[in-house]
């Protein structure tokens, strides 16, 4: 079974910081990888994904990620955090090509400060 | 196009009793997943359905339980209900299952168990 670590829990930056989130996942063979993002009160909604091709893929509001084979991981990165940006941010994988089980990291806070 | 719904939006209930929660997927998606998210467990699968068939299920007991209508429409099922039930409840649509397909969440349903 696949697994997914997210190692920040809370990150608070100031406003124009850059920004990493770290995101490893665990499982033997091809996956799809995905970056979701809830703000406050909000529904649950996708950032980014990568099922194959570039490894670096851009998704909403400036947002990209690198897929790393070798290292199992699909960090997320901004350049330039806004205020808007505070949210919780979940990794998920899932096994390409399977049923649409999505297996999701514990999460990170983000608390973008003016 | 209208997105994900979910009903009700909030519901209370108590120990021992079962509860049925709604999902209306996007209008032309007939792929719906159900998810169970809590602070300590974060969000876990809880199966998937695809032409009114189960086609994966997650680690949860048999209390949790679900169907799929003819209009792609999907109910969950709770019986016995126990404390650690309360959580949000997310439902997730997508065309078809498997290949690049996104899943996209609704604004899920609020369990309270008393």
């Known amino acids: 079974a696949q697994s997914v670590s997210q190692h920040n829990h809370h990150v608070i930056l100031s406003e124009a910081a850059s920004l990493e989130l770290g995101c490893n996942y665990s499982?033997?063979?091809?996956?799809?990888l995905f970056w979701y993002v809830q703000y406050p009160g909000q529904h649950l909604q996708l950032l980014l994904k990568y099922f194959s091709g570039d490894p670096l893929v851009k998704g909403i509001k400036g947002f990209e990620a690198e897929f790393i084979k070798s290292k199992f991981s699909f960090n997320l990165r901004k350049p330039s955090v806004q205020w808007s940006d505070t949210a919780e941010y979940f990794c998920?994988?899932?096994?390409?090509?399977?049923?649409?089980?999505?297996?999701f990291g514990s999460g990170t806070q983000l608390t973008v400060l003016p | 196009k209208a997105g994900v719904t979910q009903t009700p939006r909030y519901l209370i209930k108590t120990r021992g009793q079962q509860v049925t929660l709604s999902c209306s997927p996007i209008s032309g998606h007939r792929s719906v997943s159900w998810y169970q998210q809590t602070p300590g467990q974060g969000l876990q699968f809880l199966f998937e359905?695809?032409?009114?068939?189960?086609?994966n299920k997650g680690n949860f007991p048999g209390r949790f339980s679900g169907r799929q209508f003819s209009n792609s429409r999907s109910e969950m099922n709770v019986s016995t209900l126990e404390l650690g039930d309360s959580a949000l409840y997310l439902c997730a649509s997508s065309p078809q299952p498997g290949g690049s397909e996104t899943q996209y969440f609704g604004p899920g349903t609020r369990l309270l168990v008393l």
């Open positions: 998920a994988v899932t096994p390409a090509g399977s049923a649409r089980q999505l297996t």
């Open positions: 499982y033997g063979g091809t996956v799809n």
């Open positions: 359905y695809f032409s009114e068939t189960q086609r």
